[in-house]
């Protein structure tokens, strides 16, 4: 990326957009009535996906951005995974206990964080009351430096296929700062126990734009990591938000690189998996050139949702536990952030829905936009609007946003199609911000584009 490109858009901040419209449009006007509503039909409108929030750790991430609660002991989480089982039977209910499930996903904080017979149990009651498919997968977020044998061992016994490590950065000094040390030992451990227990996928998370991180320190970390040769990586760039993430105040200001050394860092990131056999996959992943992943992305049919890029197709996501985000056809739908609330409304009986999102048929059309923008850097807007009934003219014409990155040099538009140029493609969310209607009018901050 050029210099003049990173000193305008580097520091912008922008939606990460695995959902349009995004989290700051939901609505608490949308609630359990309209959630229950919703779900009548979810049966009927092919396989669903499902995602599981455990929002508990053992300890805290000092650059984590997600919803998360530090426990020593273990009856906190005990007590949430009883209601999240009341709330598993609440769902099945109103959606008539007849939903066929393809995907299920285990997020966090630290889902590993459970006993390995409360995890089988946890699966066991997804089972009774849902259909699980004949080809299902089941993915799992995991912590390598409180991953127990035991605890792969039933991950191995319940079907999971699927794991997701994080690893940010194997720089001592980065880890430090942090306050996540993380030896290489102990993520290789991981790796192959998982392995032998049958988990064919396995995905590790990287992040760039951390204190003192160098493109030195990048490189070695991708080093290390393409040593123990997962079949995915998700690349991300730090978002500082300590305005809404208080422990992001233990990350001394002074010790992040600027938005030029983002630049590089990413940027080294993404060569030096290149040179190690992995595809680029949109933004910020990266598969191995026979992955499913990296097939879609050659096809054409790659996705996008809150896990970030996917070969998912399920048009409906069950979201389950606190601040868990679902999606039906008709809109999102979110639970309530805060633990004790989210288990009241449960325990009385009631969905615990706190905001959401209806859909227009305008949304409807720019997710499309943005999700082809986001996933294959070019998208044909006169195709698009002619399937929702619109005229290209509808998302082009004073459009000056889009103008200002055609005359950067970061787009093309050409007949109806918007094109993003090779060399821009890390400013692909600010070409997906101009076709978001309500971009502007969000009030929490955004990682930064760079």
Sequence with gaps: M??????????????????????????????AEEYARGLEDVGTAGPVSIYLHVPFCRSMCWYCGCHTTITRQDAP?????????????????AAGNSVPVKNIHFGGGTPTIMKPDEFAD???????????????????????????????????ENGVNRASLGVQSFDPIVQKAINRVQSFEQTQAAVSGLRAVGVSSINFDLIYGLPHQTVRSCVET???????RPERLAVFGYAHVPLFKKHQRLIDDAALPDAYERNDQAEAIADELVKA???????DHFALPDDELAVAARRGTLRRNFQGYTTDTCNTLVGLGASAIGRLPTGYIQ?????????E???????????????????KLRAKVIERLMCDFEVDLKQLTCEFGYDADFLLDRNDRLRDLEADGVVTVSDGRVSVSQRSRFMVRAVAAAFDAYFGSYRRAHSKAA
């Design 335 to 343: 639970n309530h952030v805060p633990i004790g609330l989210y288990a």
């Design 222 to 228: 991708v080093a290390l990591a393409t040593r123990l």
């Design 122 to 156: 946890l699966m066991k009651k997804l089972k009774s009351a849902f259909e699980f498919e004949d080809q299902n997968s089941v993915a799992v977020e995991i912590d390598p430096r409180t991953l127990t044998a035991a605890m792969i061992e039933a991950l191995g």
């Design 277 to 283: 056999g992995y595809v680029r996959i949109g933004l």
């Design 2 to 31: 050029s210099d003049c490109l990173v000193a305008k858009y580097g520091e912008a901040r922008l939606p990460r957009y695995t959902s349009y419209p995004t989290a700051p449009s939901f609505s608490p006007t949308v609630g």
């Design 345 to 363: 409304r449960v325990s009385a009986g009631v969905l615990p829905t706190a905001k959401g999102y209806l859909l227009t048929p305008e949304d």
């Design 77 to 93: 989480v005990l007590e949430y995974l009883d209601v999240m089982k009341q709330e598993i039977e609440l769902v099945a209910f």
